[in-house]
T-cell receptor, first 110, second 113 residues
Framework: KQEVTQIPAALSVPEGENLVLNCSFT??????LQWFRQDPGKGLTSLLL?????REQTSGRLNASLDKSSGRSTLYIAASQPGDSATYLC?????????FGAGTTVTVRA | EAGVAQSPRYKIIEKRQSVAFWCNPI?????LYWYQQILGQGPKLLIQ????????DSQLPKDRFSAERLKGVDSTLKIQPAKLEDSAVYLC???????????FGSGTRLTVV
């Protein structure tokens, strides 16, 4: 059974600082890994999808890396802004099933 | 493309009452999922459909929860009778092998009092 862990559970940084969010998973036989953003009381918005054959994906200020052998993925957010405040969830896909971590709640202070 | 549609957005019911949630996936997505997200936790899979057949319902509390996906499109999740611990956000998602990724709806926030 896939277990996904996200550390830290919460993070508070001043505006402009770079963010590093960590995700680890126990079963390396994944199809892909996806990062989501969740605002309070809202659904999940997909940020980045990394296929199992890829090492990283980039979109604007966001960059996600994947190391299957070590069971780790990292989401980098450059030059953080108050609008980046949200909960970030990573999810590993095995056999078309998504297993989620509990998320990292980010607060960017103006 | 239109996103995954869910309704209602919010629902408050008393324990032992019944409730139903509706989901319309992205057109052409054969796989549909229902997730339960309790406050402070990541989403947990309740049931997965491939077209109108159930692929995985191992974590669905079948004594009170039921779900169906008629004609392989829309889906309904029902809880009867509800318990206090069912208070959560219920998320619907769909996926397609071509897109690989999962698209989630806005969710239904259920409060059982």
């Amino acid at each position: 059974k896939q277990e996904v862990t996200q550390i830290p559970a919460a993070l508070s940084v001043p505006e402009g600082e770079n963010l590093v969010l960590n995700c680890s998973f126990t079963d390396s036989a994944i199809y892909n890994l996806q990062w989501f953003r969740q605002d309070p009381g809202k659904g999940l918005t997909s940020l980045l999808l990394i296929q199992s054959s890829q090492r990283e994906q980039t979109s604007g200020r966001l960059n996600a890396s994947l190391d299957k052998s070590s069971g780790r993925s990292t989401l980098y957010i450059a030059a953080s802004q108050p609008g980046d405040s949200a909960t970030y969830l990573c999810a590993a896909s095995n056999d078309y099933k998504l297993s989620f971590g509990a998320g990292t709640t980010v607060t960017v202070r103006a | 493309e239109a996103g995954v549609a869910q309704s209602p957005r919010y629902k408050i019911i008393e324990k032992r009452q019944s409730v139903a949630f509706w989901c319309n996936p992205i057109s052409g997505h054969a796989t549909l999922y229902w997730y339960q997200q309790i406050l402070g936790q990541g989403p947990k899979l309740l049931i997965q459909f491939q077209n109108n057949g159930v692929v995985d319902d191992s974590q669905l509390p079948k004594d009170r929860f039921s779900a169906e996906r008629l004609k392989g499109v829309d889906s309904t999740l029902k809880i009867q009778p509800a318990k206090l611990e069912d208070s959560a956000v219920y998320l619907c998602a769909s996926s397609s092998p071509r897109s690989y990724g999962y698209t989630f709806g806005s969710g239904t926030r259920l409060t059982v009092v």
